[in-house]
C-alpha cells in the first residue's frame, strides 16, 4: 500500500517551462527525501527535508516541505531536456525504511 | 569513494526456480536495505540489514531472504520465483542515521518466465 501519492503522474513539457510536482500523505514523516532516477539506473538522491516549512533550492529546483510534515513539493523553473526523467518522493519515520511515492515521469521535449 | 555496485544487472529465470542477488555497499556504509521496483511504480521496501542481523522487514513473504557480510556487502535470495516477482531490485546503503544519506545502485533487472 502507496502512502505517498504523487501528482500529477505523468507530465509533457517543452523546455523553458516551469512544473511543480507534489508528493501528499496523511501521515506525518520525521524526513522527506525526493530522487531523480533515469531508466535503467537506480534513484539518485536530490534533496532531504527535515523541518516543517522548509524550503531548499538547488540551482533551477524547489523543495518544500508542508508545515505539518505530511506533503512536500517540487518546483522546477525552465524545464531542460536533461530534467527528463522519473521523480520519486520518499517519506522516512526515523527507522532507516524509506516509504516511496507512486512517482512523476517528467518528459522535456527540446 | 566507490558507490554501491550491484550484480548480476540483468537475470532471467524460469518459474519456480531460486535467485541471488548480490550487492556491495559504498565505502564506510554499514546498512543495507532491499527494495523492489515493478515496472511504473515506486519501490518498494523489501528488508534491512544492519551489522549482518535483519533490522525490519517490508510486506514480502518468507521466500524473500538475505544475508549481510562482515564487510557489509549482502545478498537477497528469492525462492520459488513467481512471475510477479519480476521487477528491479534496487539496494541502497546507508550509514545508520534514522533515514539519511542513501546511496542506490543501478539495480538487478529479474525476469521470471
Known amino acids: 500500500t502507496q502512502l505517498l501519492e504523487q501528482s500529477p503522474q505523468f507530465l509533457s513539457i517543452q523546455e523553458g517551462e516551469n512544473l511543480t510536482v507534489y508528493c501528499n500523505s496523511s501521515s506525518v514523516f520525521s524526513s522527506l527525501q525526493w530522487y531523480r532516477q533515469e531508466p535503467g539506473e537506480g534513484p539518485v538522491l536530490l534533496v532531504t527535508v527535515v523541518t516543517g516549512g522548509e524550503v531548499k533550492k538547488l540551482k533551477r529546483l524547489t523543495f518544500q516541505f508542508g508545515d505539518a510534515r505530511k506533503d512536500s513539493s517540487l518546483h522546477i523553473t525552465a524545464a531542460q531536456p536533461g530534467d527528463t526523467g522519473l521523480y520519486l518522493c520518499?517519506?522516512?519515520?526515523?527507522?532507516?525504511?524509506?516509504?516511496f511515492g507512486t512517482g512523476t515521469r517528467l518528459q522535456v521535449f527540446p | 569513494e566507490t558507490g554501491v555496485t550491484q550484480s548480476p544487472t540483468h537475470l532471467i529465470k524460469t518459474r519456480g526456480q531460486q535467485v541471488t542477488l548480490r550487492c556491495s555497499s559504498q565505502?564506510?556504509?554499514?546498512?543495507v536495505s532491499w527494495y523492489q521496483q515493478a515496472l511504473g511504480q515506486g519501490p518498494q521496501f523489501i528488508f534491512q540489514y544492519y551489522r549482518e542481523e535483519e533490522n525490519g522487514r517490508g510486506n514480502f513473504p518468507p521466500r524473500f531472504s538475505g544475508l549481510q557480510f562482515p564487510n557489509y556487502s549482502s545478498e537477497l535470495n528469492v525462492n520459488a520465483l513467481e512471475l510477479d516477482d519480476s521487477a528491479l531490485y534496487l539496494c541502497?546503503?546507508?550509514?545508520?542515521?534514522?533515514?539519511?544519506?542513501?546511496?542506490f545502485g543501478s539495480g538487478t533487472r529479474l525476469t521470471v518466465v
Open positions: 520518499a517519506g522516512s519515520y526515523n527507522t532507516d525504511k524509506l516509504i
Open positions: 541502497a546503503s546507508s550509514l545508520r542515521t534514522g533515514g539519511y544519506g542513501y546511496t
Open positions: 565505502s564506510g556504509h554499514n546498512t
